[in-house]
């Protein structure tokens, strides 16, 4: 009995463990605050995300079915991106042939960490967003 609770306990164990590594890998590095607005009720909703640029261009990287990827490429206004400490507001599109260029960009950037977060969720099915700043 005593063996079953110290497997119990060790499987415990690591799964916290799991958890607080890709905490700290998706919490450090450079992380933006992007702000979206749901369109059924109005109200604005904030991400923490990693972002890179390329070609003056500033490249975000999703998930098809998480919601800050949805209400982005869903929402008919722009966006409000705070990195830096500043906020600046952008338009947003999708960039499906950019995939292969963000994951790398992304894995350059960020390192250990994002090959942690791969490991969890895969990068090939990736919604890759273009942001383009409001004039």
């Known amino acids: 009995m005593k063996l079953i609770g110290k497997l119990i306990g060790a499987v415990f164990a690591f799964v916290?463990?799991?958890?607080?590594?890709?905490g700290i890998a998706s919490e450090t590095g450079e992380v933006v605050v992007l702000t979206t607005v749901e369109q059924a009720s109005g109200d604005a909703a904030?991400?923490?995300?990693w972002v890179v640029e390329h070609d003056?261009?500033?490249w975000l990287r999703g998930s098809a079915q998480s919601g800050w990827t949805q209400r982005a490429l869903?929402?008919?206004?722009p966006l409000q991106l705070e990195r830096d400490g500043i906020t600046k507001t952008y338009?947003?599109?999708s960039a499906p042939a950019q995939v292969g260029t963000v994951n790398e960009l992304?894995?350059?950037?960020?390192?250990?960490?994002?090959?942690?977060?791969s490991l969890m969720a895969p990068?090939?099915?990736s919604v890759i967003l273009r942001l383009t700043a409001v004039s």
């Open 16 to 22: 916290v463990a799991i958890f607080m590594v890709q």
């Open 46 to 49: 904030t991400t923490r995300l």
């Open 56 to 58: 003056n261009t500033l």
């Open 74 to 77: 869903s929402q008919n206004i």
């Open 91 to 93: 338009t947003v599109t």
């Open 106 to 117: 992304m894995r350059q950037k960020y390192g250990w960490r994002d090959q942690f977060i």
């Open 123 to 125: 990068r090939e099915a």
